[in-house]
């Protein structure tokens, strides 16, 4: 079966830092690329992030470049979300989803607030 | 990238269809076969129903079809039951450094 698990959410001040996890299972980790998606409190989707089987190709969204950081590690089956100088816009849930979206994890908040 | 544009709601009753539409631009929706839609009910992770404009994962039911004419995808929900209530998604892919962009989302009801 087919598992992804995030964790490493909660409240973080405004300029602060997050790291999120997406642990993966029921599947071969290093055959996928990833992908962080991020939905607001009540409102939609937005992509926010990917990244290449290998970890060495890397894309983002405009709203979080230079800010946020994905990587992997592929002997953990682990996906990570590095998140610096956070504002309250970066309030959502945190999604990982494998590379045709075909699976998801349930999601992690992310709550920035003074 | 901006959202595709998707109407804020749609809704049927029982047995009846809907269709919801997902207009984009020729940089993504009318460039590529790569639209997907996606299904959430509250609280819950997005589901995938169609992938790659029409092709449906295993599992999804048949009720539920996709296609594309130029910058518009739409999602076609035939025999509409009380469990397809819940909110739609759209989704492209964009060939560019932003490559996937979603749709505004749409709340169906079923009366």
């Known amino acids: 079966e087919v598992q992804l698990v995030e964790s490493g959410g909660g409240l973080a001040q405004p300029g602060g830092s997050l790291r999120l996890s997406c642990v993966v299972s029921g599947f071969t980790f290093t055959n996928y690329w990833m992908h962080w998606v991020r939905q607001a409190p009540g409102k939609g989707l937005v992509w926010v992030s990917r990244?290449?089987?290998?970890?060495?190709?890397?894309n983002y969204a405009d709203s979080v470049k230079g800010r946020f950081t994905i990587s992997r590690d592929n002997a953990k089956n682990t996906l990570f979300l590095q998140m610096d100088s956070l504002t309250a816009e970066d309030t959502a849930v945190y999604f990982c989803a494998r590379t045709s979206f075909d699976y998801w994890g349930h999601g992690t908040l992310v709550t920035v607030s003074s | 990238q901006s959202a595709l544009t998707q109407p804020p709601s749609a809704s049927g009753s029982p047995g009846q269809s809907v269709t919801i539409s997902c207009t984009g631009t020729s940089s993504d929706v009318g460039a590529y076969n790569y639209v997907s839609w996606f299904q959430q009910h509250p609280g819950k992770a997005p589901k995938l129903m169609i992938y790659e404009v029409s092709k449906r994962p295993s599992g999804v039911p048949d009720r539920f079809s996709g296609s594309k004419s130029g910058n518009t995808a739409s999602l076609t929900v035939s025999g509409l039951q009380a469990e397809d209530e819940a909110d739609y998604y759209c989704?492209?892919?964009?060939?560019?450094?932003?490559?996937?962009?979603f749709g505004t989302g749409t709340k169906v009801t079923v009366l």
């Open positions: 990244i290449n089987s290998d970890g060495r190709t890397t």
């Open positions: 989704n492209s892919y964009t060939g560019s450094n932003n490559p996937y962009v």
